[in-house]
């Protein structure tokens, strides 16, 4: 990006830690200015300092706390990057803890929406406006005592699809980016409530689990693209992962 032409601006959403914080770092190293969203502050000051970026505390569920964010933005924004969500447990269906379903619903997909409304006016005023959001392939399959979780993240790919739909005509391209087996510092030690012994099983034996880094390089690629290609759906794993149920723990 030139000098002499104004810096390109992104949103990320969940950017305290992980993918978010990972994606935030590239788009900045890009050029980007970056305006990194989350509820935890500490986190946030200390990597928008790091990166040169405007830390914005927002809870994606709370819509003042969203209207806040919109606000600061202002009125032209190049990028959304839809990342804060998450996993809480594996209940089998039967023994759903409603809680965490709504929670998952609530963080997956209502705050994402509740934050796409606000930006999308920005998105478009920019006349090549991106909104990624940061799905799983917990959109795509599903698994046992995925639920709430698989349940969330295909009503996620729902909405990108039907937003794709709706902003035909618009300059603005909509991507779904569907990670599988991520290891990144919270991911697994949220869904299960701090244990790190379970958290650390999903990963074992596998050589190399994707990292947050990964997925933030794909993110970064995507937003780059030139305006009129729009990438509707990219499916990332490691190698390791042919499938859900089918991972090398060899390693
Ligand atoms: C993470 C993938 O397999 O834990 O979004 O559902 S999985």
Redesign the pocket.
């Known amino acids: 990006m030139s000098t002499s032409e104004a810096r390109k601006t992104a949103v990320v959403t969940g950017a305290s830690s992980g993918i978010g914080a990972a994606t935030a770092r590239a788009l900045a190293e890009a050029g980007y200015s970056v305006f990194v969203a989350a509820r935890r502050a500490e986190r946030l000051e200390a990597l928008a300092a790091e990166i040169g970026a405007t830390a914005v505390q927002c809870d994606i569920t709370d819509p003042e706390s969203v209207s806040a964010l919109a606000q600061t933005v202002g009125g032209r924004l190049d990028v959304l990057v839809n990342n804060a969500g998450g996993?809480l447990g594996l209940d089998p269906v039967a023994e759903a803890n409603l809680d965490d379903w709504r929670w998952m619903y609530e963080t997956n997909v209502l705050g994402t929406v509740s934050v796409t409304k606000a930006l999308t006016p920005a998105l478009i005023a920019s006349g090549a406006g991106v909104i990624i959001n940061v799905g799983?392939?917990?959109g795509h399959i599903t698994?046992e005592g995925?639920g709430g979780?698989?349940a969330a993240?295909h009503a996620l790919a729902a909405v990108t699809e039907t937003l794709r739909l709706e902003l035909n005509g618009q300059p603005v391209r909509i991507t779904e980016i569907a990670?599988?087996?991520?290891k990144t510092e919270e991911?697994?030690l949220t869904?299960f409530a701090g244990d790190q012994g379970r958290a650390d099983s999903?990963y074992a034996g596998v050589a190399e689990p994707l990292v947050a880094e990964d997925i933030a390089d794909a993110i970064c690629w995507v937003a780059t693209r030139p305006s009129h290609v729009d990438i509707d759906l990219m499916v990332i794993k490691p190698v390791a992962q042919a499938a859900?149920h089918k991972v090398d723990r060899r390693g």
């Open positions: 996993a799983s392939t917990a698994y995925g979780y698989t993240k990670p599988g087996m991520v991911f697994s869904r999903v859900q």
